[in-house]
């Protein structure tokens, strides 16, 4: 797709702080790459899709793979509801030469890696539709595609970029497999599967997913999307739902309902070095759940006796937390408050989800912060999950 005369990037989430108050604007923002403003201490963003169209994915499949796809295209269920942006995109993300947003590395350094001084960038892909087919060897085989394009069209061209392990989760057996072929390359950082699933991610059916996980030392990331469609189970406890709106505010649920799997179930009782990030569904309605957890906990601690500490001790040793998009607050006092009841210290990660349409731009996304939570936040959480260096970039 060409690109516009006059692009302009849609920042539908980017937060702008006002005194004690939080304000977003709704409005599409001009602001040229080379104008906007840059980082002096250099981060890490743990939240960066880039766009693998199925031309360069079609010569990494199996031939009989190939020629079912050249004839009936992915075949992969599909989303009926309509995004943001330009069909869930920034506008001034697709190349002018033409292509997908995010196709374009030397584009992706100049709006984005670059622009903001990201030292380490995780690369989270655009393929979780293959997390919706019941043929498994099929979804197998996109997956190793998958990964096998991000190593070379991607992770061998720029230092910075890490990659995410693809895997058929609805078959933990052959995701195994998968983490076990690539989940030991340096560049290879975590295990990425769809908030939508058949089964909440606590339940024993995929403990040789995270048997996997653990012997390559990589966390298990869930990220937003894919909620009933295909073999998943329904986007809400209600049912299906009409607007994108609708899934959009339905996702912290869902996502919550695997983190109580993942703790009463017991899978860090189990898999006592397993880290869990939840990425992309919101950051401060976690305190509250977290209190509720804790609460239910104590009344109801006979049925699970595996379960020995409270819910919000696991949580802060096992998992972790993505910023985009993080609410919005009445007050900075509040919005300090929450972020001190997830312990956002030690479990929040910045991501921007560039280049989707609800972008968070690194200077803008977060009010200013004490300087270690700063720190921990865009650079030193990250960087102990996924064993990367200190930053080699202080600023000045």
Not at 52 to 71: H, N
Not at 111 to 128: A, K, V
Not at 216 to 222: D, E, G, K, Q, R
Request: charged share 25%.
């Amino acid at each position: 797709m060409a690109r516009t005369n006059n692009p302009v990037i849609r920042l539908s989430n980017v937060k702008l702080w006002r005194g004690n108050h939080m304000q977003t604007t709704n409005t599409d923002t001009k602001l040229p790459a080379d104008k906007r403003p840059k980082l002096k201490r250099s981060i890490i963003d743990c939240d960066i899709h880039q766009s693998t169209g199925i031309d360069i994915l079609k010569p990494y499949l199996p031939r009989a793979y190939q020629e079912l796809v050249k004839l009936y295209g992915l075949a992969l269920p599909s989303g009926m509801h309509f995004n943001g942006g330009l069909g869930g995109r920034m506008v001034d993300a697709f190349p002018e030469e033409g292509g997908s947003a995010g196709s374009d590395l030397d584009l992706m350094r100049k709006q984005h890696l670059d622009r903001y001084n990201i030292e380490y960038g995780i690369l989270t892909g655009e393929g979780y539709a293959v997390h919706t087919t019941i043929n498994y060897d099929y979804a197998a085989a996109l997956c190793s595609a998958i990964n096998d394009c991000t190593i070379d069209h991607w992770l061998s061209r720029d230092s910075r970029l890490r990659g995410s392990v693809f895997i058929p989760k609805q078959e933990p057996n052959l995701s195994a497999k998968e983490i076990d072929r690539v989940g030991g390359r340096s560049d290879m950082v975590q295990v990425i599967v769809s908030n939508g699933a058949t089964l909440p991610y606590g339940n024993r059916y995929y403990d040789p997913i995270y048997a996997a996980c653990v012997r390559h030392n990589l966390p298990f990331t869930i990220h937003v999307g894919l909620e009933g469609e295909g073999i998943n189970s329904p986007p809400t406890g209600a049912g299906y739902v009409t607007h994108y709106i609708e899934t959009r505010c339905a996702r912290p649920a869902v996502m919550a309902a695997h983190l109580a799997s993942f703790i009463f179930e017991g899978v860090f009782e189990r898999f006592p070095t397993l880290k869990v990030v939840l990425q992309e569904s919101g950051v401060l309605w976690l305190a509250p759940y977290l209190w509720k957890l804790d609460q239910e906990w104590k009344g109801l601690r006979v049925q699970t006796p595996w379960v020995r500490k409270k819910p919000s001790e696991y949580f802060r040793e096992h998992v972790r937390v993505t910023t985009q998009p993080i609410e919005e607050t009445p007050s900075r006092e509040i919005f300090d408050h929450l972020l001190e009841s997830i312990y956002a210290k030690e479990t929040l990660m910045f991501c921007s989800d560039y280049p989707h349409w609800d972008y968070d731009s690194p200077s803008q996304a977060l009010p200013k912060l004490a300087n270690e939570l700063w720190d921990n936040i865009y650079y030193q959480n990250a960087a102990k999950l996924y064993g990367l260096p200190p930053r080699r970039k202080e600023g000045l």
